[in-house]
Structures are given as structure tokens and as C-alpha cells.
């Protein structure tokens, strides 16, 4: 479990970061959409908007992974310490 813990954590440090660059990227981006015209303004908030998509969808997998993990863990423990009785 502290394996698991850890490597999550650094992961879930890592999509934060990430998620810290797409934010100042779209501030950035709202200066280029002053100059912009309409379609140019169109793609880059919708290309911001899809990076937030992709960030949201890779935490909702980590978190998802995370929990099937921490339950087969309890499972594999649960496995032993039952075996480890039965000796």
C-alpha cells in the first residue's frame, strides 16, 4: 500500500503541474485572443477547453486505478493472512 500511495501521489503531483501549465497557458492565451480573429479565438479556447478534458479524464483514471489496486491489495492480504491461519 505505501508503494501504491507513493507512486499516486508523485502521479497526482505530476497531473497538478500539468494542470497548473494549462491555466497559465490559457491566460496566455487570452492575450493572443484579443489579437485574434474570430476563428483563431475559437480554436485556441477550444484547444484549452480539450487540454482540461484530457487533464480530468487522466485524473479519473489514476483515481480509478488507484481504488482497483488498493482493492486487490486488501485482497491479496486478506488471502494471506487467511493461509497463513489455515498453517
Given amino acids: ?5 507513493i507512486t ?4 497526482q503531483e ?5 494542470q497548473a501549465e494549462v491555466a497559465k ?14 476563428e483563431s479565438r475559437n480554436v485556441i479556447r477550444q484547444t484549452i477547453a ?3 478534458e ?5 485524473e479519473r483514471h489514476a483515481d480509478q486505478k488507484k481504488a ?3 482493492l486487490e491489495e486488501q485482497q ?3 488471502y494471506q493472512v487467511e493461509n497463513v491461519n489455515k498453517d
Fill in 1 to 5: 500500500m505505501f508503494f501504491i500511495g
Fill in 8 to 11: 499516486f501521489q508523485i502521479l
Fill in 14 to 18: 505530476e497531473l497538478q503541474t500539468v
Fill in 25 to 38: 497557458m490559457s491566460q496566455t492565451s487570452e492575450h493572443l485572443v484579443l489579437d485574434a480573429n474570430t
Fill in 50 to 52: 480539450d487540454l482540461n
Fill in 54 to 58: 484530457r487533464l480530468l479524464t487522466l
Fill in 68 to 70: 482497483k489496486l488498493i
Fill in 76 to 78: 491479496l492480504k486478506l
